[in-house]
Nanobody, 126 residues
Framework: QGQLVESGGGLVQAGGSLRLSCAASGRTFSGYATGWFRQAPGKEREFVAAINWFGVRTYYADSMKGRFTISRDNAKNTVYLRMTSLKPEDTAVYFC???????????????????WGQGTQVTVSS
């Protein structure tokens, strides 16, 4: 069994930055892609960004391009999401998830991901 644990969320003012972490334990998700999603109250879960196992391929939702950066350190079994120029509309619970099929298939569909963390709350005040 594997487990993903997100951390790094919190309250930040608009224009500020946060770095979220997604730590894997219990197994190594070798070859898996990892994605970040977010879900605001009353809204559907939304794709944010994804990174392949080797960390050389990344993909972002259009609204996050230029503001968010996904990266990984496989030696630490951790994937990061650096968020800058945060806006109140970025307020949501952020989840990380791993995708066994890697870069094959849809990166943006939550249904393609196999393991999920419990989420970390990000609140951006205006």
């Amino acid at each position: 069994q594997g487990q993903l644990v997100e951390s790094g969320g919190g309250l930040v003012q608009a224009g500020g930055s946060l770095r979220l972490s997604c730590a894997a334990s219990g197994r190594t998700f070798s070859g898996y892609a990892t994605g970040w999603f977010r879900q605001a109250p009353g809204k559907e879960r939304e794709f944010v960004a994804a990174i392949n196992w080797f960390g050389v391929r990344t993909y972002y939702a259009d609204s996050m391009k230029g503001r968010f950066t996904i990266s990984r350190d496989n030696a630490k079994n951790t994937v990061y999401l650096r968020m800058t120029s945060l806006k109140p509309e970025d307020t949501a619970v952020y989840f990380c998830a791993t995708k066994a099929s890697g870069w094959v298939g849809s990166l943006t569909s939550a249904n393609e991901y196999n393991y999920w963390g419990q989420g970390t709350q990000v609140t951006v005040s205006s």
